[in-house]
C-alpha cells in the first residue's frame, strides 16, 4: 500500500540477453500480467518481450556470443549499457530484478544489484552442471531465489544452500502443442531437412556457411531434397538471406519466421548449432546432427573448463 493506502504498482525489472532470453522473458512478462493485473514491466530485452508489453530500455537481443575472442566485439556496448543500467536502477528501484539467461551480461550485473541492495531472482540460471559445480556456490550466495530449468541443477543448487524452487523447463509451456504431438509423417523424399544455424550473430557468421556447404553437398546427392530455415529473431534475417543468396541456395532453402521448433517441425532430419535448438528439435521428435564451430583459444579453454563430454543438450541430459 502507498501513503493514501492505495495498493502500491509493483515494479519488475527483466533483464534477458540473446533471442533464447528474449523469448522466455516474454512468457514469463505475460504470465505476470495476468497473475498481477497493473504491474510494471521494464527492462532490456529483444522484440518479444516488447510485443509481451515490456518497456525495452535496451535492445539486448543481439549480444549473445560465445568464446573468448568472440566477446571482445561486444564488449563496449554491454559495458556501457550495464553503466546505464546501474543510474537507472538506482533512481528507480524496482521491487524485483529477474535475470533470464544471458549469463555474460547478467553476470556481471549482479555487482550493480548487490551495491544498490536490489533484490533479485536468477530464471533460466546458468548452467552449472554444465561448467562446474564451483559455480553454483557463487550463484547461491547472492540470489533471492533461483529457478532452474532442470532437476539436476535443483539438486546442485539446494547442495550449495540456495534458496530454489523448480516448475519444469519453460520450452513446454513455449512450444505449440502441435509440435509436441506431430502428424503423421509423409514419405520421406517429400520431408525437407531444416537447417538450424543457432540465434546468435556470431552463430549466423561462423556457422552458416559450414551449414549451408553442408546442404549444397546434400543437395547435390539428391537434387529433389529441400530445405527449410527458420529465423529465431529480425534482426537475423538480413544476413540469413544474405547466406542463402551468395551460395545460390535460395531455390532449395525456404526462410521460415519463428521459433525453432515449429521450423523444424515435420522435418526427416535437422543440421543444429549446439544450444536451446536440439532441445526444441528433440520436443519435436525430429532425429539431428548437432554440431559447433569455435576459435582455437576458445577449444582450449572450454576442454579445460567443461564438465561434460556432451555437447548436444538432449545427449547430456541423457
Not at 546427392?221 to 544476413?239: D, I, N, Q, S, T
Not at 536440439?278 to 520436443?283: D, Q, S
Request: proline fraction near 7%; charge should be positive.
Amino acid at each position: 500500500m502507498d501513503q493514501a493506502g492505495e495498493p502500491r504498482t509493483l515494479k519488475l525489472f527483466l533483464s534477458a540477453g540473446e533471442v533464447s532470453g528474449d523469448y522466455q522473458a516474454a512468457h514469463l512478462a505475460r504470465m505476470l500480467m495476468k497473475l498481477r493485473p497493473g504491474v510494471k514491466l521494464s527492462g532490456y530485452g529483444g522484440d518479444h518481450m516488447r510485443s509481451a508489453g515490456v518497456e525495452i530500455l535496451c535492445d539486448s537481443a543481439a549480444w549473445g556470443y560465445v568464446g573468448l575472442e568472440e566477446s571482445l566485439r561486444f564488449r563496449p556496448n554491454m559495458r556501457r549499457a550495464r553503466t546505464q543500467l546501474a543510474t537507472l536502477l538506482r533512481a528507480e528501484k524496482p521491487d524485483l530484478v529477474i535475470l533470464v539467461d544471458g549469463e555474460a551480461f547478467n553476470e556481471r550485473l549482479v555487482d550493480v544489484l548487490r551495491r544498490e541492495g536490489i533484490p533479485f531472482v536468477h530464471y533460466f540460471v546458468p548452467q552449472v552442471w554444465f561448467w562446474g559445480r564451483w559455480r553454483a556456490r557463487r550463484i547461491a550466495l547472492e540470489a533471492a531465489l533461483i529457478i532452474p530449468a532442470f532437476p539436476k541443477e535443483l539438486e546442485i543448487f539446494r547442495e550449495s544452500g540456495a534458496r530454489t524452487e523448480w516448475f519444469g523447463h519453460p520450452l513446454l509451456d513455449l512450444i505449440p502443442e502441435v509440435v509436441l504431438t506431430p502428424e503423421p509423417a509423409p514419405e520421406d523424399d517429400a520431408r525437407p531437412v531444416a537447417l538450424l544455424p543457432g540465434s546468435r550473430v556470431q552463430e549466423i557468421e561462423t556457422l552458416g556457411p559450414t551449414l549451408i556447404e553442408a546442404a549444397k553437398r546434400l543437395q547435390n546427392e539428391r537434387p529433389a531434397l529441400r530445405f527449410v530455415l527458420p529465423v529465431a529473431a529480425k534482426h537475423l534475417e538480413p544476413a540469413i538471406r544474405k547466406l542463402v543468396a551468395d551460395a545460390g541456395m535460395g531455390e532449395f532453402v525456404e526462410i521460415r519466421e519463428g521459433w525453432t521448433g515449429v521450423g523444424a517441425s515435420g522435418c526427416r532430419l535437422a543440421l543444429v548449432a549446439s544450444g536451446t535448438a536440439t532441445l526444441e528439435t528433440a520436443l519435436a521428435c525430429v532425429p539431428m546432427v548437432a554440431f559447433y564451430k569455435v576459435r582455437r583459444l576458445t577449444y582450449f579453454a572450454a576442454k579445460m573448463l567443461v564438465k561434460t563430454r556432451f555437447v548436444a543438450m538432449p545427449n547430456i541430459l541423457l
